[in-house]
């Protein structure tokens, strides 16, 4: 199916913006662990970084389906959307959930870039994606809360402004389910950091600018809670729902990377007076692999277009993701063996990229975790944890 003008129109602009850093651009941050300053502040300027924000608070207005575009787009030209793309999915916890004060105060900011909305800190050491019993506790003191806890992989929190908080407000074993007594936070970073929050970078096999904190009795204003008290879970799930999808899109994109340059270099490599993809042990893992990416870009769409109608779209988000990630993991293994030595010299970008699909099969959640969730909440079949 073909797509709309106005999309085909987005990924063009995307993908002549990312032409001109190129990707030694990226190689260089990539060696030197830099953020890309420079790149994300023109990709928000550009309105592709705040397209899920109403034109009323300045933005595009648009839905997760164009934001996809924009992340697609962004990875298949070599870049690393892992240092801009929380923005994204963060924002539809403030869409949707945030007062009209919290709205006017911090979206047309945010789409000026004058604010960064870059990080989301759920995960912590002793839970993981057991999200339900996470330490990190709230209480409430008169007009504020004090925060106590600790959180770890929390990306690109040193290079946000704000950041959204889940914490616990009241006692798991005081509430009748699990995913009540959760609270989410809009945390002010710059005001927090020596005033009960400690940031220390976590050195890591990508360059995700990922970080451990530890908050100590951390104040914060009572009016930055988000939602409802006590219904926080509520909140992060439209923004985790969004999340995976856009970094379905972003493995899409990464796939479609790994398969434009083994296909080029497979037609430009000469072995034994042929080219190399001549060759059916070469050309069919490609070949195969590229369905593999044309089939999860088609479940991202559906996922990307149930999500922006309001649909529940938790089992199409989910597997999305996992089509897509393994779908760009094996398109990067093949990329890998298509060339052969040279995979390993960084001057020819595909061992960081490599290794930046890699995460995914991890984050924002595992391979098995999904298959549980499926096995539960889609087939009926008894929950396994």
């Known amino acids: 199916m073909a797509e709309q003008d106005d999309i085909l129109e987005i990924r063009k602009s995307v993908r002549h913006l990312c032409d001109q850093y190129g990707e030694d651009y990226w190689l260089q ?32 207005g648009l839905g997760v389906y164009e934001a996809a575009a924009v992340m697609e787009e962004v990875c298949r030209s070599g870049a690393h959307a892992g240092a801009c793309h929380a923005q994204m999915y963060v924002m ?19 789409a000026a870039g004058e604010l960064r909305l870059q990080s989301f800190g759920v995960t912590e050491p002793s839970t993981g994606t057991d999200t339900t019993n996470l330490k990190t506790f709230a209480r409430r003191d008169g007009d504020e809360y004090v925060i106590n806890g600790q959180k770890v992989w929390i990306s690109r929190i040193e290079h946000s402004d704000l950041m959204i908080l889940l914490a616990r407000t009241t006692p798991r074993e005081q509430v009748s389910k699990k995913t009540r007594g959760l609270s989410a936070f809009i945390i002010d970073v710059s005001a927090a950091i020596g005033n009960g929050l400690e940031i220390r970078p976590i050195e890591s096999m990508i360059n995700h600018h990922s970080c451990e904190l530890f908050f ?30 856009l970094i379905a899109a972003e493995c899409v994109g990464d796939g ?73 993991w094996r398109a990067g293994d093949v990329c890998m063996q298509t060339h052969g030595g040279f995979a390993f010299a960084k001057e020819y970008h595909i061992e960081r990229k490599f290794r930046e699909t890699r995460l995914y099969q991890i984050a924002p959640i595992s391979t098995n975790l999904i298959l549980s969730y499926l096995g539960e909440h889609v087939l009926d079949l008894p929950r396994s944890f």
């Open 256 to 328: 479609r990377y790994f398969i434009d340059k083994a296909s080029a270099y497979a037609r430009e490599r000469i072995v034994f007076g042929r080219p190399i993809g001549q060759n059916q042990g070469v050309q069919f893992p490609i070949a195969r692999c590229y369905t593999e990416v044309e089939a999860a870009s088609l479940m991202v769409e559906k996922a990307a277009r149930m999500f922006d109608a309001g649909e529940p779209c938790g089992a199409e988000a989910n597997m999305a993701k996992m089509l897509a990630s393994e779908a760009s």
């Open 29 to 60: 941050l990539d060696r030197e662990r830099g953020y890309p300053t420079e790149f994300v502040r023109e990709l928000t300027s550009s309105g592709f970084l705040t397209v899920l924000i109403p034109e009323e608070y300045g933005g595009a």
């Open 92 to 110: 539809g916890s403030v869409l949707r959930h945030g007062n009209e004060v919290q709205k006017k105060t911090y979206l047309p900011a945010i």
């Open 216 to 245: 100590d009795d951390l104040h914060i204003p009572a009016d930055n809670l988000l939602g409802e008290e006590d219904e926080g879970f509520r909140v992060i799930l439209d923004g985790m729902n969004a999340e995976r999808i």
